[in-house]
C-alpha cells in the first residue's frame, strides 16, 4: 500500500510513516483505533501496513464488485442486481477508505464534512431517481454523469491548489494525469448539463455555422495547449490551470450545442465513457486501485455502448458526432398525395382476435404514453384466445439502450416472449398481424429501400413484410429521425389514431365483447 500513495508520497517528498510512529494509534483512525489500540505502542508502523494491506485487499473486492455488476447489468433478469452488487461494491469502498485511509500517518480529515456531503448527495440522488419518468431516464443519466465529470474536474483543481501551496512542482507524469483528468472531467460536465438542458426541453434550438468543427477543434486545441504548458513548466499555476478548466468548459458546450435531439443518447454515452477516463486518471493520480478499475470499466462500458448505438443506427459515432444530423422532425415530408388506411378500434379487436400469430413492436410512443400496463393486459387476452403473441425488441427502440426491455419489465412480460430483431425477421411473412404501438423509425422500411433516406441501412424490424400491420399513433408526424414512414402507406397497413394507451384499452375493451 506503500505503493497505493506512490504519487503523493514522492510528489509531497515525504515519507508517508514519518512522525506517525510517536503518535498514539487511537487517533489513526475511527474504527482502526479501537480494533487496533493494543498493538499500537509496540508496534504501528505495522499496525499502518496492516490497515494498508486492509484497505487494498477491501479495493479489490469493490473492484471485482463493479465487474460482476456489470455483467449482471447486461441481462434485464438479473440488471437490478447488478446496480445492487456494484452500489454495495461502490459503499463498502467509501466507508474503508474513511475508516481505514492514512496519508502521511494521519488519518482521513472532514468525515462529518464528507458524511454531510455524502447524505445531501444520497438524498438528491434517491428522490430523483424515484420521481423521474421513464421517459426522461436519458437526461437523468446525463445529469448524474455530468457530476462524475465535474468531480474529477475538481479534484483535479484541488491537487494543483494543494501542490501550489506546499510549493512543491508536480512530476511530469503527476501533472499530466491532473490536466488530462481536468480536461476529460470538464469537457463531460459542461457537455452533460447541455444534453440535459436539450433533453429536458430547455435548450430547443441547436446552434450550428458553418466551419463549427475548426472553431470547436480550435477551442479543444487552446486547452489542450494550456496543459502542455501546465506539465512543462513543473510549477503549480492555479491561475493557468483555472483557464484551461474554462476553456474545457466551454468546449464541451460548443460540442454538444450543435448535435440534435436523437443523436443525444448516444452522446451522453460518449461523455459517460470520458468520465470514466477523466476518473481512471485520478485513480493512476493517486495510485487508487478502486478508482482506477470503476473509471476503467465506466470508461470501455460507455464507449462500447457509444459504437453499439452507432451500429444500431447505421452510423459511425464520428458521423453521429460530428455531422450534427439527429434533429427532431427536420425532414420534408415526402408522403405527397400517398393514400393510407385509417381503422377502428373495432376492426383492431377483430384482426387480432382472429390472428393465430401476432408480434408487437413497441416504440417511443408507448413509453410516452406509458401503455405498457395496457399492452400486456391485451397480450394476455389474445394469448386467453389462444393467439400466439411475441414482442419484437429492435436495440435502438425509444431513447436509450435498453428501453423497451425495461418498459415491458415493469409490466411483467416475461423475457421468453421478448425477441431480438434478427431472430424475428425471417419470421415476418408468416405472422398474421404486427401491432406497431408508438413506433416509427425502427420500422420504417426505408431503412432497407431507399438509399436517399437519412435511415439508409439502418437495420430494421421488417414489420412491412408481415401479412397485415396495425399502427397505433396520434397523427402521420414523424419519428426522431424526422422522416416521412412508407410503412404507413402501405396496402397491407392500417393506421389506428391515437394515444397509445387510450386505444390499447380500448381495443382490449372490445376484444373482450367479442
Ligand atoms: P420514434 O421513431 O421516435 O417514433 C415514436 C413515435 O411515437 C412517433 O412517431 C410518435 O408519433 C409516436 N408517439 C409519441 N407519443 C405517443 C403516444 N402518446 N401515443 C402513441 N404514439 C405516440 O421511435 P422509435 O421507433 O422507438 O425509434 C427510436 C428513435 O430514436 C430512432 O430514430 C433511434 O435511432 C433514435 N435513438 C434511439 C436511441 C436509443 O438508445 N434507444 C439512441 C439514439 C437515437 P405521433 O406523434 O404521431 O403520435
Known amino acids: 500500500m506503500a505503493e497505493t500513495n506512490g504519487l503523493l508520497n514522492r510528489r509531497s517528498g515525504t515519507n508517508r510513516y514519518r512522525g506517525f510512529e510517536s503518535r498514539p494509534l487511537r487517533s489513526i483512525s475511527l474504527w482502526s483505533g479501537a480494533v487496533f489500540s493494543a498493538p499500537v505502542f509496540c508496534c504501528p508502523l505495522s499496525v499502518v501496513m496492516i490497515q494498508d494491506s486492509l484497505l487494498a485487499l477491501v479495493y479489490v473486492g ?45 488519518p482521513l480529515g472532514n468525515i462529518a464534512l464528507i458524511l454531510a456531503a455524502m447524505a445531501v448527495g444520497t438524498v438528491a440522488g434517491w428522490i430523483s431517481a424515484r420521481r423521474v419518468p421513464m421517459t426522461a431516464m436519458p437526461q437523468m443519466v446525463s445529469l448524474f454523469n455530468g457530476m462524475g465529470g465535474g468531480c474529477a474536474a475538481a479534484i483535479a483543481l484541488l491537487e494543483t491548489v494543494h501542490a501550489a501551496e506546499g510549493g512543491s512542482p508536480l512530476t511530469p507524469a503527476a501533472s499530466s494525469m491532473i490536466v488530462a ?84 443518447p448516444v452522446v451522453i454515452s460518449f461523455l459517460n465513457s470520458c468520465t470514466g477516463v477523466a476518473a481512471a486518471f485520478g485513480g493512476l493520480f493517486y495510485g487508487n486501485h478502486v478508482m482506477l478499475t470503476g473509471g476503467i470499466v465506466v470508461g470501455a462500458a460507455g464507449m462500447l455502448l457509444t459504437l453499439l448505438m452507432a451500429r444500431a443506427m447505421n452510423r459511425s459515432v464520428l458521423n453521429v458526432l460530428f455531422s450534427h444530423f439527429g434533429e427532431t422532425a427536420i425532414a420534408a415530408d415526402t408522403s405527397g398525395q400517398r393514400s393510407m388506411r385509417s381503422i377502428t378500434p373495432d376492426d ?75 431472430q424475428i425477421n425471417p419470421d415476418m411473412p408468416q405472422v398474421d398481424v404486427v401491432l406497431v404501438v408508438g413506433a416509427n423509425d425502427v420500422v420504417n422500411p426505408a431503412a432497407r429501400t431507399d438509399p436517399s433516406s437519412p435511415l439508409w441501412g439502418m437495420p430494421i424490424i421488417d414489420a412491412d413484410r408481415a401479412r397485415n400491420v396495425i399502427v397505433i399513433k396520434r397523427s402521420m408526424n414523424p419519428g426522431y429521425a424526422g422522416v416521412d414512414n412508407a410503412l404507413f402507406y402501405l396496402p397491407n397497413t392500417s393506421m389506428l389514431f391515437g394515444d397509445a394507451k387510450a386505444m390499447l384499452e380500448t381495443v382490449l375493451d372490445r376484444i373482450k365483447h367479442l
Do not use: C, W
Open 62 to 106: 469493490a473492484s471485482v464488485s463493479f465487474i460482476i455488476g456489470l455483467k449482471l447489468l447486461s441481462h434485464p433478469r438479473t440488471a437490478r442486481r447488478g446496480n445492487a452488487v456494484a452500489a454495495a461494491g461502490m459503499l463498502v469502498a467509501i466507508v474503508a477508505t474513511m475508516l481505514l485511509h492514512t496519508a502521511d500517518g494521519k
Open 181 to 264: 483528468s481536468a480536461i476529460i472531467g470538464s469537457v463531460s460536465l459542461s457537455g452533460s448539463l447541455i444534453a440535459f438542458a436539450k433533453l429536458q426541453g430547455l435548450i430547443e434550438r441547436s446552434v450550428r455555422f458553418r466551419g463549427q468543427n475548426i472553431v470547436n477543434s480550435a477551442v479543444l486545441l487552446l486547452a489542450i495547449v494550456l496543459g502542455s504548458t501546465i506539465v512543462a513548466r513543473g510549477q503549480s499555476d492555479t491561475a493557468l490551470f483555472s483557464g484551461m478548466i474554462a476553456t474545457a468548459l466551454f468546449y464541451g458546450v460548443a460540442f454538444v450545442m450543435p448535435i440534435g435531439g436523437a443523436d443525444m
Open 348 to 422: 383492431a379487436a377483430v384482426m387480432l382476435r382472429y390472428a393465430r400469430d401476432v408480434v408487437i413492436v413497441p416504440g417511443y410512443g408507448l413509453a410516452v404514453a406509458q401503455g405498457q400496463h395496457a399492452l400486456v393486459k391485451l397480450s394476455t387476452e389474445l394469448e386467453r384466445s389462444g393467439v400466439r403473441v411475441r414482442y419484437a425488441i429492435h436495440p435502438v427502440a425509444g431513447r436509450m439502450p435498453g428501453h423497451m426491455n425495461v418498459l415491458l419489465a415493469e409490466a411483467n412480460v416475461p423475457y421468453e416472449q421478448l425477441v431480438e430483431m434478427e
